[in-house]
């Protein structure tokens, strides 16, 4: 319960809405949870989503399993993969969506075209879904260039610590380090307002 009470008051706040609460001159944001406490996660996300539209306050929520998949049926891979599955190797697999699913050349176009709608907050869901072929470094590096209009909070499965040299580091799973990233603030560490 402390994790909903302390997002919603911070993702109801007029500073945090008017992207007046950053970091780094991004109003980019990281709540980390322990992938042990993924379904409470899920059922917080839902919560938030529903009280904050109680409070007109507009959700875009971008899975980025979901729009993987999307992006996989549009281009007219998704039924092929689903039938050829089995028969891949998973480096052969890992390879082919990286490919197919390039965050700078895809996933972050795929990302810029659903921001044209109105939106209050920016969540990006589904992280260690798509683990190992997006990662999630990767999307905060590409998306600041067109997301920092409003704040955005990414929910990762894992841990997002600061480091001694001012950089931060994504322990996806509290295992596999993703990358060091030093735009984004931790949102358990931004004071109730």
């Given at each position: 319960?402390?994790?909903?009470?302390?997002?919603?008051?911070?993702?109801?706040?007029?500073?945090?809405?008017?992207?007046?609460?950053?970091?780094?001159?991004?109003?980019?944001?990281?709540?980390?949870?322990?992938?042990?406490?993924?379904?409470?996660?899920?059922?917080?996300?839902?919560?938030?989503?529903?009280?904050?539209?109680?409070?007109?306050?507009?959700?875009?929520?971008?899975?980025?399993?979901?729009?993987?998949?999307?992006?996989?049926?549009?281009?007219?891979?998704?039924?092929?993969?689903?039938?050829?599955?089995?028969?891949?190797?998973?480096?052969?697999?890992?390879?082919?969506?990286?490919?197919?699913?390039?965050?700078?050349?895809?996933?972050?176009?795929?990302?810029?075209?659903?921001?044209?709608?109105?939106?209050?907050?920016?969540?990006?869901?589904g992280v260690g879904e798509v683990y190992p072929y997006i990662r999630s470094h990767s999307i905060l590096d590409n998306i600041m260039n067109f997301a920092k209009t409003k704040p955005m909070l990414m929910f990762f499965p894992g841990e997002y610590t600061m480091l001694e040299d001012t950089s931060s580091n994504l322990?996806?799973?509290?295992?596999?380090?993703?990358?060091?990233?030093?735009?984004?603030?931790?949102?358990?560490?931004?004071?109730?307002?």
């Open positions: 319960m402390y994790i909903f009470n302390h997002l919603i008051n911070i993702l109801t706040n007029k500073n945090f809405l008017d992207c007046q609460i950053l970091c780094n001159e991004v109003p980019f944001f990281i709540a980390d949870y322990s992938i042990e406490k993924q379904d409470e996660m899920l059922d917080v996300i839902e919560k938030l989503k529903s009280n904050l539209a109680d409070k007109n306050i507009k959700i875009l929520d971008i899975n980025l399993y979901d729009l993987s998949i999307e992006i996989l049926k549009k281009n007219g891979d998704w039924d092929w993969y689903i039938e050829n599955e089995t028969t891949r190797s998973k480096d052969v697999l890992k390879e082919e969506f990286q490919s197919i699913l390039d965050v700078q050349d895809v996933i972050s176009p795929a990302i810029k075209e659903k921001i044209q709608t109105e939106y209050d907050i920016l969540f990006i869901t322990k996806l799973f509290s295992v596999l380090s993703d990358d060091k990233y030093y735009r984004a603030a931790n949102i358990y560490e931004v004071d109730e307002v």
